[in-house]
């Protein structure tokens, strides 16, 4: 049986779009936020401090991903005192662990001086909240991923 040019043209491209649909591997999950490390205070002026961790996600997909984008508020004790923003272009590996930086300042004033100071220099506990989120991208197909996660950390 032969096929005119415009149904082996038609039926070639079915074939071609179906190639890539099902070669295209998508996450099966999205990646999870497993823990928030190294959380500390490294930089204290009259007014603002810089808060520093370090966030540990997993990625059970077996694709690699762009880490694209973080978009994280901080809590403090229940009361906002930070944003976390960055524009990256790091590169997330397949069914592994990867970190995060996460580089706040915030206002010592929302907090309260002297629970800022007593806490700083006391070592006191406190909660600290994470929400978000971060952007990874597969095969150029943006992802949001939400973060919500809270810790009681010595400060």
Request: proline fraction near 5%; charged fraction near 25%.
């Given at each position: ?27 099966e999950e999205?990646?999870?936020l497993k ?121």
């Open positions: 049986m032969r096929l005119g040019p415009m149904r082996s043209k038609c039926l070639i491209s079915i074939i071609a779009i179906v190639i890539v649909l099902t070669g295209c591997t998508r996450p999205a990646p999870v823990r928030v490390t190294n959380v500390e205070v490294t930089k204290v002026t009259g007014k603002e401090a810089l808060l520093n961790a370090d966030a540990i996600f997993f990625n059970p997909n077996r694709v690699s991903m762009k880490l694209r984008k973080v978009e994280v508020d901080v809590e403090l004790e229940g009361k906002k005192i930070g944003q976390i923003e960055h524009s990256m272009k790091t590169k997330i590996p397949a069914n592994a662990e990867f970190t995060v930086p996460l580089d706040a300042t915030f206002n010592m004033k929302e907090v309260g001086l002297l629970k800022s100071v007593l806490s700083m220099l006391g070592g006191k506990k406190m909660k600290v909240h994470y929400r978000g989120f971060i952007k990874v991208t597969v095969h150029g197909l943006p992802i949001k991923v939400p973060v919500d996660y809270e810790d009681e950390v010595r400060l």
